[in-house]
């Protein structure tokens, strides 16, 4: 069975010049799938053209997308790469690491897709929220910048590293898409509206972030998150069928 | 005693801007001593500030020699990078196995040297003559090139890397204690019964099991596990006051 890469997930990036070079280092270690969430400069971009060096086929199949949720819609395994950890309760992993986990887990037929933040500002805390697991390369901490086709380099370089024909062993546990963990977190939020739980403003967004990485994280299956849904309608219709009952 | 990292030397330069992305390349590693050989528009380069990007420590250290032998003098092992390897009798590393080379060498004191091209035509046969080893990045085989500064990237990369075995970086989520997921569980289902989520007794067991493996599993911070009571609570209470204030 052929593996799929993983999708390279450019996240408002700023100049086509970094597209390009982004678009040659996957075309070095055979990735080929590069999504672009909301491009400063719209698609396509000549600029990119250039410093793409000849990976013509990875910028003729790039995809636009609207926002992350959208980009990861198809992807059962969700990375983000940062600078240095925050304070996230998310497990962190080396660029190595990653491509263990996104190998073993693409044997079983699962989406991989890897968010990279905008050359000066990064990833926002709400672009981080829906995603299972961070990325972190090792670097000289008093020197931390690494130019982003450098941190798609290094990502890249270790997934061809990875492919070591060896046997995973078998995964008993099939996360489900995002798409359908985005419809769990839309699910939850508009009941937790509904019961005003939201009742300070100021904290919504930060409540929100939560809600969506602790609903993330676990990598939960198709069935759990049908389980979850019900969970949920059971709790805010439960007791208004009671209430509708009582004398 | 303190481990001297290798030497890069860049073979003939050619852009400013390429020996500024090298030295950050370098700085983002902890390597810190850069050599030029014969580089073409001579040296200092105000080129080569910029795309340094702060990395003034390695600019301002660079040594300029007349040739790879001057640039090697003081190696005792050396190395050079390249693209593919021609037919040559030297063994042939990659940048992770030299690494390990370099660092045990440098442990008993020793110092190396690793030589890399110029932009458009590498290294010619009589810059790799003197070198013992040589360097080559598993790469693509359909798309081989690796710009000069990617290459330094691999090779500083995978030096920083082999400094600490266990470079992972710290995991910033601290799970709970499982009393406490356990009184998250109970919770859940004593309002799941309120609402009469179990209509179904035979199927009550391992709906139980499946709840419990769902919000076991993802190791939940205590932060996480009151958030996830406040939801339950909220969507258990929420419409009992909505309908309580209903006319």
């Not at 962190?92 to 491509?99: D, E, G, S, Y």
């Not at 990485?213 to 299956?221: A, D, T, V, W, Y």
Request: hydrophobic share 45%.
């Amino acid at each position: 069975m052929d593996i799929e890469a993983p999708a390279i997930i450019l996240v408002r990036p700023q100049l086509g010049m970094n597209i390009g070079m982004a678009a040659r280092a996957m075309g070095n270690f055979a990735l080929d799938r590069l999504r672009l969430v909301e491009p400063r400069d719209g698609w396509p971009n000549p600029e990119a053209g250039p410093p793409a060096s000849g990976a013509d086929h990875v910028l003729e199949t790039v995809t636009v997308h609207g926002s992350v949720a959208g980009a990861l819609a198809d992807c059962q395994l969700t990375f983000a790469t940062t600078v240095r950890p925050r304070d996230m309760a998310k497990p962190v992993v080396t660029p190595k690491q990653a491509a263990a986990l996104i190998r073993e887990a693409a044997a079983q037929g699962l989406k991989a897709g890897i968010l990279f933040g905008p050359e000066r500002s990064g990833l926002t805390a709400d672009d981080l929220a829906p995603v299972q697991t961070i990325i972190t390369c090792p670097v000289n901490p008093g020197f931390g910048s690494l130019n982003l086709a450098q941190a798609v380099l290094l990502v890249g370089y270790e997934w061809f590293q990875s492919s070591d024909p060896e046997a995973a062993p078998a995964r008993t546990h099939q996360p489900a898409p995002h798409g359908e963990v985005a419809g769990l977190i839309a699910h939850l939020e508009a009941e937790l509206e509904e019961a005003g739980y939201f009742h300070v403003p100021d904290r919504t967004p930060a409540t929100r972030r939560t809600l969506a990485q602790m609903l993330s994280r676990p990598q939960f299956s198709a069935e759990e998150v049908r389980t979850l849904r019900g969970v949920i309608r059971a709790l805010a219709e439960g007791p208004k069928r009671k209430a509708r009952g009582a004398p």
